[in-house]
């Protein structure tokens, strides 16, 4: 590209890099896209691709995540990006998660919810346990896509619809309207550097003061009996200790003081289980959280068989095939879920401190040009 001039200048090529590109361009803009990398090989990959609305925090990440939910049903088919499936079943194995389930339910984040006391639910989700459970809640509201296909499908239409991007292009430093990098520069009169897990470098310098560090994840794919179906998002016990739309009600905290005796472990190593499954069949299953500035790179197989147990203890799957792990990394330690900072008033550093990129990036999007 000759002219390296434009409108709108995106650092990043994660979700957020890539809602806040589809953002300009939606307004009309002449937008860029700069990426270290060759492709996206970040945390916006190594993920459940799953758009989760409920139970999350109440307030901005909820209503950030019911708006990207939207906006990734609108924006799927035109990208060519499938919906694997829809909606979420969270199972309470305990009686005090049934008495979070409930109290969810009457809240205003529960609307359009179901929840379901005893057995009876497991007529409508054959593949998972009932059997003993004290209930389990169903929500329509979400919807999942394969991370590691839909991240590039997403960059490959927005470059068609005329997205500049400039990949292998490590940024080096923003001096006013000027983006410098290590093969060129760049100017616009807007920018946005989403760094990711970068913290130490441009986001050090846009951010001095940060007190962010890391947490590493653990996932797994798993292959089911050929044939097998699940047909939505399972959770369980665990998540409602760790989702803050159910951890910060106050039934949470006897479920957690039984969860502390009974799996503490799990606990200890921030595991909750979420499975989802693609579109050959297999599961997408996790996750743990263990924070750390600097992660280690190495995964525990001890871990591992914890998640797998939580599994089979929710999922009626028999054996199964492990047939992928990874790690995955994203930043945390703000207070809220999402940090939008202007260190000047057309520059915004967006970070999502949460894990909850798929789930609210296109809400953040939004709510940063709304703001400008």
Known sequence: MTDKRFDLIVVGSGIAGLAHAWMGLRRGLRVALIERDHRCVGASIRNFGFVTVTGQRAGDTWRRARRSRDLWAELAPQAGIPVVHQG?????????????????????????????????????????????????????????????????????????????????????????????????QWTAERIVVCPGTELNGLARRLLPDHALGLTRLQMLRVRPPTGWRLGAAVMSDLSL???????????????????????????????HLIAVQSADGTLVVGDSHHPHATPEPFASEAVDDRILGHLHEVVGLGRCEVVERWTGVYPTGHSADALIHAPADHLRLVLVTSGTGASTSFGIAEDVFAGW
């Open 88 to 184: 979420l079943w969270v199972v309470a194995q305990r009686a005090r998660a049934l008495d979070v389930l409930a109290e969810f339910a009457g809240t205003e984040m529960g609307e359009a919810c179901e929840l379901h006391r005893g057995e009876a639910w497991g007529g409508r989700m054959p593949s998972l346990k009932s059997r003993g459970a004290a209930g389990a809640l169903y929500s329509p509201h979400e919807l999942r896509v394969e991370s590691r296909e839909a991240i590039p499908a997403l960059a490959r239409w927005l470059q068609a619809l005329g997205v500049c991007f400039f990949w292998g292009q490590e940024v080096l430093g923003i001096e006013g309207s000027t983006v410098h990098g290590a093969q060129g």
């Open 241 to 271: 200790v760790r989702y803050h739309g159910y951890a910060d009600l106050a039934s949470s905290a006897p479920l957690l003081e039984q969860l502390r005796a009974e799996c503490g472990q799990s606990l200890d190593d921030g595991i």
